[in-house]
């Protein structure tokens, strides 16, 4: 072999080896490229299952706050008509009471009231129980009874006395059949 084909195979096997040495750099970066991607991906996959969880959680706190706050509304709608179904009921019981017993009333209140004169319900007409102080009987007072002297007025109406405290006889008619603070 002469000279010149040493050289021509001396610069194939060098292409030859430089050829491999440029393909295992290839495949290595290639290698290296695709783990990176793996890992990326993988990493991105976790991620979207991550914030999928957090936002699945979120939602079903949101779900389950909410449906918490509409039984709690509905109980406390319950609880309210509970107590104004109870505070109706006192007042219309009330309404009925026997003319001797609103006459005690009456008496204390005259006691306390000297020269007022006595409105009663019509309902009341004809009791005995009143006599002693010359009442007027009226459609205008529904329940209880008025004391009215010149333009003053003091109303023992059940039902006006009963609206006006509502809500303080709510909070205690809520301890009684609630055993709680409302």
Do not use: C
């Not at 939602?59 to 309210?80: H, S």
């Not at 007025?153 to 205690?172: C, M, P, Q």
């Amino acid at each position: 072999m002469s000279n010149l084909d040493t050289i021509v195979k001396d610069i194939k096997d060098n292409a030859f080896q430089r050829k491999e040495e440029i393909l295992d750099d290839a495949r290595m970066k290639k290698e290296r490229i695709l783990s990176q991607a793996r890992e990326q991906n993988e990493s991105n996959k976790r991620d979207a299952l991550r914030r999928a969880e957090e936002d699945g959680n979120f939602r079903k706190e949101r779900y389950i706050t909410t449906e918490k706050i509409k039984v709690r509304d509905r109980i406390l709608v319950a609880k309210q008509e509970t107590i104004d179904e109870v505070i109706d009921r006192a007042v219309k019981e009330l309404e009925s009471i026997s003319a001797e017993e609103l006459a005690k009333s009456v008496e204390h209140a005259m006691e306390e009231h000297p020269g007022y004169a006595l409105l009663l319900p019509q309902r009341y007409e004809g009791s005995k129980a009143f006599d002693a102080w010359n009442p007027v009987f009226t459609e205008a007072v529904r329940s209880g009874f008025r004391l009215e002297k010149g333009h003053m007025v003091l109303s023992y109406d059940f039902e006006e006395l009963i609206t006006a405290k509502r809500e303080e006889l709510g909070k205690e008619v809520a301890k009684t059949l609630f055993s709680e603070e409302v």
